[in-house]
């Protein structure tokens, strides 16, 4: 067995999947005996933990951006992952909350912002964002999954304003960075392991 098989299987085993599984992405990888093995295993692994954020919140972030970027497989492990480190069942729907909420958000003002046009910005939105108001992780929390959501959906004004939201909520330059971190890396998992 080459090295890059056996890698593979090692990240097959972390996530839950039988050691035979294949899809395109890890065939590919695997018939051209590529390095990127090593390296999206121990990305991958890294998002389990951080310096400045629980066990249970890089598994909720990790969460709601594999649901965001609908990747089953990830979504099924990192509920898991989640669950294994005491989130609650009221904390997993909210990051899958979470998740849809911001690409409603992360659509309607990337909208905005590239019209530029002042006359959008005066049309009520219409749309319901009770979630945001009290969420059961903290707002603190609720607004990093937020920016990671954001991130990875690719909505300026939207980072910069969940930025300023938390670092107004006594945050650190280093949580957003790290939320932010973890959901490139299970967004780069997730076109490996689907």
């Not at 330059?173 to 490139?184: C, K, L, Q």
């Amino acid at each position: 067995m080459s090295e890059i098989t056996e890698t593979i299987q090692e990240i097959l085993a972390v996530v839950g999947l039988e050691a035979d599984y294949r899809n395109e992405s890890l065939y590919l990888l695997e018939k051209g005996n590529s390095r990127y093995a090593r390296d999206l295993k121990l990305n991958f692994t890294s998002t389990f933990t951080s310096n400045h954020l629980t066990e249970k919140e890089c598994a909720l972030v990790a969460l709601s951006i594999a649901i965001n970027n609908n990747n089953k497989v990830l979504t099924e492990f990192y509920e898991k992952l989640a669950l294994s480190k005491e989130a609650t069942a009221e904390e997993i729907a909210e990051a899958a909350g979470c998740a849809s909420l911001l690409a409603l958000n992360n659509v309607f003002y990337r909208f905005r912002h590239f019209t530029g046009k002042e006359k959008y910005t005066q049309i009520p939105a219409r749309v319901r964002m009770q979630l945001m108001s009290s969420p059961v992780t903290g707002k603190e929390f609720f607004e990093l999954m937020s920016i990671a959501v954001s991130a990875v959906n690719g909505c300026e004004m939207c980072v910069n304003a969940h930025e300023k939201s938390i670092l107004g909520l006594g945050a650190t330059e280093e949580r957003i960075f790290d939320a932010v971190r973890i959901a490139s890396i299970v967004t780069s998992v997730g076109k490996i392991i689907y």
